[in-house]
Nanobody, 124 residues
């Protein structure tokens, strides 16, 4: 099976930056896409960004566009999320996910594998 492990998050002041990483392990890890989701207290898990594994094409939620950047390192089986200009409303548990099927969907149910989540807190 595939395991995804996110790096530790952190506490960041508004306007600051943070980079998350997620390392995948497994017998034959070869996803079509990897993505980041987040879940704030009392809210449903929401899509953040996705990256196509081979070609590197990306797709972002509107609220993250221009501030967040998703990237991947195929050789290291790692996906990154660079977060800039952070806002208090970005506070959430961030999860990485992977899927084997074509597409960059925004639905959490389209992704087969998930990390354990990491807490990101943005203070005002």
């Amino acid at each position: 099976q595939v395991q995804l492990v996110e790096s530790r998050g952190g506490l960041v002041q508004a306007g600051g930056s943070l980079r998350l990483s997620c390392v995948a392990s497994g017998r034959t890890f070869s996803p079509y896409a990897m993505a980041w989701f987040r879940q704030a207290p009392g809210k449903e898990r929401e899509f953040v960004a996705a990256v196509e594994w081979s070609g590197g094409s990306t797709y972002y939620a509107d609220s993250m566009k221009g501030r967040f950047t998703i990237s991947r390192d195929n050789a290291r089986n790692t996906v990154y999320l660079q977060m800039n200009s952070l806002k208090p409303e970005d506070t959430a548990v961030y999860y990485c996910a992977a899927r084997q099927t074509i597409g960059l969907p925004t639905s959490r149910y389209a992704y087969r594998y998930w990390g354990q989540g990491t807490q990101v807190t943005v203070s005002s």
